[in-house]
Nanobody, 118 residues
Framework: QVQLVESGGGLVQAGGSLRLSCTAS????????MGWYRQAPGKQRELVAR???????TYADSVKGRFTISRVNAKNTVYLQMNSLKPEDTAVYYC????????????WGQGTQVTVSS
């Protein structure tokens, strides 16, 4: 069984920084994309950033220049460094990974709350 475990959420003032981590564990043969999504109250879940196994990255326009995604393949871990946080970044952040066990399956973490106060 595969699990994604997130950490690093919390409460921060506007302009501050947080770093999220997510580690995949279990019967993993290979991981393609790893990424972060977020969902604010009353809104749909949206992509924040994702990174391929080779290192290519994609960011939502709203976080470009402020957030940085990275990963350590040997640790099956993805990070999201969030700087210059704004109140509109407040949401539950979910880790996501495309993982090969006996087939490609999309896995999700349990979510971690990020709250940015003004």
């Amino acid at each position: 069984q595969v699990q994604l475990v997130e950490s690093g959420g919390g409460l921060v003032q506007a302009g501050g920084s947080l770093r999220l981590s997510c580690t995949a564990s279990g019967s993993i043969f290979s991981i393609n994309y790893m990424g972060w999504y977020r969902q604010a109250p009353g809104k749909q879940r949206e992509l924040v950033a994702r990174i391929a196994s080779g290192g290519s990255t994609t960011y939502a326009d709203s976080v470009k220049g402020r957030f940085t995604i990275s990963r350590v393949n040997a640790k099956n871990t993805v990070y999201l460094q969030m700087n210059s946080l704004k109140p509109e970044d407040t949401a539950v952040y979910y880790c996501n990974a495309d993982i090969w066990t006996q087939e490609w399956v999309d896995y999700w973490g349990q979510g971690t709350q990020v709250t940015v106060s003004s």
